[in-house]
């Protein structure tokens, strides 16, 4: 192998290597909507919960849509979250963190293909 033929290998392969680092970590980063149900909607819905249980499949697909378009804010504009720091749920929860939550929500729902607690 000539030199130049070597480091050209040598840097390829240490490019691929940290490319593939670098997506392991953000995938690590990047929380499931499972998990975001189970971390910010779960510890205020757990079946004993004066407000009331909710896991996808309590509702079908077509409430959880209404609840996340219609009703979300208004019913927890005044909700704030002893879990994390009181902070407004509202705040809490970006729009990224409740696309994927309504995501998980729906695809789990009562009449779903794999209707699901959170676990
Ligand atoms: C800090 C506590 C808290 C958190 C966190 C929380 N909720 Fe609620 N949730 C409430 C309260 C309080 C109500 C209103 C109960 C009532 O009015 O009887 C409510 C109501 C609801 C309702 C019923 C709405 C309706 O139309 O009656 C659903 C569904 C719901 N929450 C789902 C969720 C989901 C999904 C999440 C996560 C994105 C979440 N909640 C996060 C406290 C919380």
């Not at 849509?65 to 902070?87: C, G, I, L, W």
Request: aromatic share 6%.
């Amino acid at each position: 192998m000539r030199l130049t033929t070597k480091i050209v290998t040598v840097v390829t392969v240490a490019v691929a290597a940290l490319a593939l680092t670098g997506l392991a970590t953000a995938k690590d980063k990047a929380p499931s909507g499972r998990e975001l149900y189970k971390e910010y909607c779960k510890p205020c819905h757990t079946a004993d919960s004066p407000n009331g249980e909710y896991t996808p499949m309590t509702l079908i697909q077509d409430q959880w849509t209404e609840f996340f378009t219609k009703n979300y804010e208004r019913t927890h504009k005044n909700v704030v979250d002893p879990k994390h720091d009181n902070a407004k749920v509202l705040e809490l929860i970006t729009p990224d963190m409740l696309k994927k939550i309504q995501k998980f929500a729906v695809d789990h729902a009562a009449d779903s293909e794999h209707p699901m607690t959170c676990g």
